[in-house]
């Protein structure tokens, strides 16, 4: 199970040969738009790299897809010490095939992880599960990064709320195009997020912290399927230029 956040994944790309064999099962259990996710959407998309998650495909050449596992975590916590997780609230797990495709072994993992407690479930198409909690993550992550605020106060003020539809928006077209359509308007989201109260985001947790922060799966990973797609995402790069200018002044963000 890897379940580190995406600035960390090259690293662990490079060492994780020993741990695997023809049969293992790698679970990744993380943020954003994973390297592997065009392997499930399509034969239009085969084979696509994406550049700002795996610039030299080296995650790719060390990590087979047929044996990845997406796993989309619905569990809010907090790193309070190293070693120590903090379980704020949820618990759930979204398993899928890299592929796209449901298997057994999914469904024998699944039912595995219910019986160790989570409230787990299986995919059909774990890319579209990914693409949706992107959807929220996308947006709250770098504003509240970039203000230090919290997402209730993000979300109550009209200004920034139309901004974060506007990026939202760009993404639900791009979503359209590469077969992980979002049935929702950006309102029926930010209702659900308004249910969290005064939610302090990981990123904003990871600023604080000062520790780097995954910007290339959550935004910048978003620009580049909007380019391979022809879909403009003018509102997605302002955001992901003023996180990363903000993130490199910090020294968290490679420049």
Known sequence: MVAVKGPAMASVAAQIAPLLGANTMVLTAMNG???????????SFAGKRLT????????????????????????????????????????????GEASGK????????????????F????SEQIQRDVWYKLWGNMTMNPISAITGA???????????????TSVMLEAKEIGAKIGVPIDEAPSDRHAVTLQLGAMKTSMLQDI???????LDALVASVCELGQ????????????????????RALGLYPG
């Open 228 to 247: 391979t797609t022809g879909v403009p995402t003018p509102f997605t790069s302002a955001l992901l230029g003023l996180a990363r200018v903000q993130a």
């Open 33 to 43: 738009v994973p390297w592997w996710f065009c392997d499930g959407l399509g034969s």
């Open 52 to 95: 700002t998650v795996d610039p030299d495909g080296a995650i790719a050449g060390a990590i087979p897809t047929a044996l990845i596992l997406g796993c989309v975590v619905r569990a809010s916590c907090l790193v309070g010490a190293p070693g120590l997780i903090r379980q704020r609230h949820g618990n759930g797990l979204i398993v």
């Open 208 to 214: 604080e912290a000062r520790k780097a922060v995954e």
């Open 119 to 122: 409230q787990a479930s299986m």
């Open 102 to 117: 449901p298997s057994e072994r999914a469904k024998s993992l699944t039912a595995l992880l219910v019986e160790a407690g």
């Open 150 to 164: 919290t997402t209730d106060r993000i979300l109550g003020d009209e200004l920034v709320r139309e901004f974060v």
